[in-house]
């Protein structure tokens, strides 16, 4: 059974640019949470998707944004990229929505570096 | 002040030893308990989840809860260095997304 998948694993990116990220749930999870880890923060949560409705919103500002496909699959978009938006950008993957007493299940990150 | 509270070590200790690692939380409210673990360079994993007060056991790993005192502790016995990892507490309240805390590093030396 493959794990969650997340791509690109690795991405320097300039001030200024965007970024989207994506994630691919476990098979058969239908839904993805976001959480961006920083040394400072520690593991903080942006979003939850489930059925392609955000269920759940982090204290983030607004360009950070994201979306769910009906094959659960995510994306999360990161416009105007600033130096501190560099970090570890997990997704979690769940069978039902995160919120709930179930296992999430995480990615390998994506190292965002903003330069 | 962080709602959950983590100290950041690092904490070691010798191969064999117990590891104590504890986490204070805020919300008197919250419900749920969970303890993952982080290798440097890869991604959190599910250790053990914990609901009500006392203790609960895995193998070598036992979360214990005190709700009345708002304190979760895992212990990890007869440590061996491939336990040698950041362990991440998280607190769930109802139907809300879990709030981390920043994580404790462990390194238990040969």
């Known amino acids: 059974k493959a794990g969650v998948t997340q791509t690109p694993r690795y991405l320097i990116k300039t001030r200024g640019q965007q970024v989207t990220l994506s994630c691919s749930p476990i098979s058969g999870h239908r839904s993805v949470s976001w959480y961006q880890q920083t040394p400072g923060q520690g593991l903080q949560f942006l979003f939850e998707?489930?059925?392609?409705?955000?269920?759940n919103k982090g204290n983030f500002p607004g360009r950070f944004s994201g979306r769910q496909f009906s094959n659960s699959r995510s994306e999360m978009n990161v416009s105007t990229l600033e130096l501190g938006d560099s970090a570890l950008y997990l997704c979690?993957?769940?069978?039902?929505?995160?919120?709930?007493?179930?296992?999430?299940?995480f990615g390998q990150g994506t190292r965002l570096t903003v330069v | 002040q962080k709602e959950v509270e983590q100290n950041s070590g690092p904490l070691s200790v010798p191969e064999g030893a117990i590891a104590s690692l504890n986490c204070t939380y805020s919300?008197?409210?919250?419900?749920?308990f969970f303890w993952y673990r982080q290798y440097s360079g890869k991604s959190p994993e599910l250790i053990m989840f914990i609901y009500s007060n006392g203790d609960k056991e895995d193998g070598r790993f036992t979360a214990q809860l005190n709700k009345a005192s708002q304190y979760v502790s895992l212990l990890i016995r007869d440590s061996q260095p491939s336990d040698s990892a950041t362990y991440l507490c998280a607190v769930k309240k109802g139907s809300y997304i879990p709030t981390f805390g920043r994580g404790t590093s462990l390194i238990v030396h040969p």
């Open positions: 998707y489930f059925s392609e409705t955000q269920r």
């Open positions: 979690a993957s769940s069978l039902i929505q995160f919120a709930d007493d179930t296992e999430a299940f």
């Open positions: 919300d008197r409210g919250s419900q749920s």
